[in-house]
């Protein structure tokens, strides 16, 4: 079905809404100009602040600013109360990013280094379960602008088993990169067998993808586990240290200097035990900032 929006507190400053937003694709925001060249290789930011392109999700307004990647990856959207909830469609195998396949996607055209994070929260629709099939979860995209099958992820939620990679089912934060359709991934530790009782309003997550050049950081913190500092997941194949972390710069010389940068779900499975309720992703914001150095992926970001 169409996206749905919920009224929420106009914006003084904003044309007289007409409606809710629709499933039709919506004109992306215009790649920002670049004059110069950074030591890292790639162009910096010139003209309008890359800051600009924040949402707080304050105002349904700010919906049309956002390309939409498939809107049938979705049942709903909408924006109330400072949050943007994606509610998925019926779970497939494709409803997923993953190798060729994608899910539901928002994203933005930015061009040169940047590090972007999201506060991001998944639970089952209208509980406090925790969702509990494989891949229902929501996080950050960072993808080409040049070849669809490109594109790094940093997710929460509920995580399936991979006998590609080795990994077990788990209630965590995935990272991934994704070259040429390949998807190579990593999980973190599993947050129910470390936090007996966790609820799904704690499986809330801050996350980032930093770039610099060529190099790539995905970053999580836990919020609603009370953490207050970031933790470096990156996915294989990574190849060099960062701030005392073995293997945690990913590569992806490959990646051209414009991507398509913003928020993401997966809905591949179902498991039984939450009634048919899907799982929703609600985002409380999606910011974006400069860098210039790896050090800089973990600095404060401004809030526009």
């Not at 800051?51 to 600013?65: G, I, P, R, V």
């Not at 055209?109 to 940047?114: E, K, Q, R, S, W």
């Amino acid at each position: 079905g169409a996206p749905t929006s919920a009224p929420v507190t106009p914006d003084p400053t904003a044309a007289p809404e007409t409606g809710a937003p629709t499933s039709a694709p919506v004109t992306p925001v215009p790649t920002f100009s670049t004059t110069t060249i950074s030591p890292t290789g790639l162009p910096t930011i010139s003209g309008p602040s890359i800051e600009t392109l924040s949402d707080e999700f304050f105002y349904n307004s700010t919906f049309s600013s956002w390309n939409d990647v498939d809107p049938s990856r979705y049942t709903s959207v909408s924006i109330q109360d400072g949050i943007f909830e994606i509610v998925p469609a019926p779970p497939t195998i494709t409803n997923v990013w993953y190798d060729q396949n994608r899910g539901a996607g928002f994203t933005k055209a930015v061009t040169g280094n940047f590090v972007v994070e999201t506060l991001v929260n998944v639970r089952v629709n209208g509980t406090d379960g925790l969702p509990n099939g494989d891949w229902n979860v929501g996080g950050v995209v960072a993808q080409s602008t040049t070849q669809e099958n490109d594109w790094l992820v940093a997710n929460i939620g509920s995580q399936g088993p991979s006998g590609r990679m080795s990994l077990d089912r788990t209630l965590g934060v995935e990272t991934k990169t994704t070259d040429d359709g390949t998807s190579h991934f990593n999980y973190s530790p599993d947050l129910v067998l470390a936090n007996p009782g966790l609820s799904g309003t704690e499986l809330s997550a801050r996350l980032r993808i930093c770039r610099v050049g060529q190099e790539f950081l995905l970053l999580y913190m836990l919020q609603g586990l009370g953490e207050t500092s970031w933790t470096a997941q990156n996915p294989l194949p990574a190849y060099a240290p960062w701030n005392g972390i073995p293997g945690a710069i990913t590569s992806r010389p490959d990646l051209p200097e414009t991507l398509n940068v913003g928020v993401m779900t997966n809905h591949m499975l179902d498991s039984p035990g939450n009634d048919g309720l899907p799982s929703v992703s609600r985002f409380d914001y999606v910011r974006y900032g400069s860098v210039n150095t790896l050090d800089d992926c973990t600095a404060p970001m401004m809030v526009m």
